[in-house]
C-alpha cells in the first residue's frame, strides 16, 4: 500500500502536471509536492493553491529527496530537462513523464543510463485550454493512463504505480513504448493530420464567396474538430513519432486509393460494403452510438467518481422531461472536457440540459 507523506516532483506544472499535483494534494494531503517552472506566476499561483508544498525556479537539489519525478514540461525540453535532474535522482525514485510519444523519451532514457527508474506515462485526459489555471483535480477520473515501464525497472515500482494511478481514479494500462506510438499514431496522430488535410482542402477548393464554409456543419464539423487542437503540439508529435504516422500514412492513402477505383468503377457492391464495413465496425465501440456519421447533440459534464453520481444526473433530466439518447464515461480525453458524455435527440435539449445542470451546480462543456 501505497504511502500517506511521499514527496513527488514536478519538472514542468502546465495542464497536465497541474492536473496530476492537484490530484495527489486531495487524495493525498499530508503528501509533499516540489514544482519547477519557468513561469514564476504559475508557481505562486499552484503554492497560493495549497497544492505544491515547495517551489524553485531551477532544477536543483531540491528534488533529491522526491519518490516520484513527472516530466511536465513540453516534450521539446525533455533531453535538456534529464540531463539537469539526472545527477539529483535518490537511489529509489521513480521518474516518469506524461508525453503523448513514448519511444522518442525512452531513447533519452536509454542514453543516460536510467533505464532502471524510468516508466513512462501517458494520461489520456486533457482539454483545448492550457496552463495550470486550466488544471483540474477530475482532469484523471476514469481516463486511461499508459504506462510504459523499462525492462530494468523493477516490477514492485510497476505495481506501485498502477496502484498510485488507480489512487488518482485514471485507469492504467500497460504497453510497451513501441506499441504506444503505433496505437496512438492510428488512433489519434493520424486523424489529426487527416483532419487538417480535409479543412486545407475545403479551404483551397471554397469558391471566393465562402459557400462550402457557409454550409459546412453536421459531420463535416464533427470530423474535423480536433483540426482546432494546437498546431505547436502537432508539429512536436509529427517530428517525434514520425515513422509510425508516416507508415500509416502509407496505408490510409492505400486504402484511399482502394475506394476510389471502386467509386470510379462504379462497383456497387463493393462500394456499400466499404461504408458497411466500417459501419459495423465503428458502431462496436464502447461509446459509439448506431447509425451513420451524423450531427452529435450532447454535452459533457464534470463529474466526481462516485456512487450515485451517474444516477443523480440522469434523474434531474428525466425529472425535467430531456429524453437521453446516450450515456457513458470518457476514458480517452485528451481533447475532451468532462468526464461523462450525454448525448441528446435534438439540439434544443442541449441548451435546456445545460441549463438545468448547471443551475445545480454542475460544470457543464457543450461541443463545438
Known amino acids: 500500500m501505497l504511502k500517506k507523506d511521499l514527496t513527488y516532483g514536478f519538472i514542468g506544472l502546465g495542464l497536465i502536471g497541474g492536473s496530476i ?24 499561483l499552484a503554492l ?13 537539489n531540491t528534488f533529491h529527496d522526491c519518490d516520484y519525478i513527472f516530466l511536465c514540461a513540453p ?34 532514457i536509454e542514453a543516460l543510463g536510467l533505464n532502471h527508474c524510468f516508466i513512462g506515462g501517458h494520461p489520456m485526459a486533457g482539454s483545448e485550454r492550457t496552463g495550470y489555471v486550466n488544471s483540474k483535480a477530475l482532469l484523471l477520473e476514469n481516463a486511461y493512463y499508459v504506462l510504459t515501464p523499462t525492462n530494468e525497472v523493477p516490477a514492485e515500482k510497476v505495481d506501485q504505480y498502477k496502484e498510485l494511478v488507480t489512487s488518482l481514479g485514471a485507469i492504467p494500462l500497460i504497453l510497451s513504448c513501441q506499441q504506444h506510438d503505433y496505437v496512438t499514431a492510428a488512433v489519434s496522430h493520424l486523424p489529426h493530420v487527416i483532419a487538417s488535410s480535409l479543412v486545407n482542402l475545403i479551404k483551397k477548393t471554397d469558391s471566393d ?32 513519432n514520425t515513422e509510425n504516422i508516416d507508415t500509416l500514412l502509407d496505408d490510409y492513402i492505400e486504402s484511399l486509393q482502394a475506394i476510389k477505383k ?27 452510438s448506431s447509425g451513420p456519421i451524423k450531427k452529435s447533440y450532447s454535452i459533457n459534464i464534470e463529474i ?20 437521453i439518447k446516450n450515456i457513458g464515461i470518457v476514458h480517452n480525453r485528451e481533447q475532451e472536457d468532462g468526464v461523462l458524455r450525454i ?26
Open 21 to 44: 499535483a492537484k490530484a495527489l494534494r486531495n487524495t493525498y494531503p499530508e503528501c509533499n509536492i516540489i514544482a519547477y517552472d519557468i513561469k514564476k506566476e504559475t508557481l505562486d
Open 48 to 60: 497560493n493553491d495549497g497544492v505544491v508544498t515547495i517551489t524553485t525556479t531551477s532544477i536543483d
Open 75 to 108: 516534450v521539446s525540453h525533455n533531453d535538456e530537462n534529464l540531463l539537469k535532474i539526472k545527477e539529483f535522482l535518490s537511489t529509489d525514485c521513480l521518474l516518469t513523464d506524461v508525453g503523448s510519444v513514448k519511444s522518442d523519451i525512452h531513447r533519452h
Open 209 to 240: 464567396d465562402g459557400i462550402m464554409k457557409l454550409i459546412a456543419a453536421g459531420g463535416f464539423k464533427d470530423i474535423t474538430r480536433i483540426a482546432s487542437s494546437s498546431p505547436s503540439m502537432w508539429q512536436q508529435i509529427c517530428m517525434t
Open 262 to 288: 471502386e467509386i470510379a468503377a462504379r462497383r456497387e457492391t463493393d462500394i456499400y460494403n466499404f461504408f458497411d464495413s466500417a459501419r459495423t465496425y465503428r458502431d462496436s465501440f464502447i461509446d459509439a
Open 304 to 323: 466526481a467518481d462516485e456512487p450515485g453520481a451517474l444516477a443523480s444526473i440522469a434523474t434531474i433530466l428525466a425529472l425535467n422531461n430531456i429524453s
Open 343 to 368: 448525448e441528446f435527440y435534438a439540439p434544443e435539449s442541449i441548451d435546456n440540459a445545460s441549463r438545468i445542470l448547471s443551475g445545480k451546480g454542475y460544470i457543464v462543456h457543450q461541443k463545438n
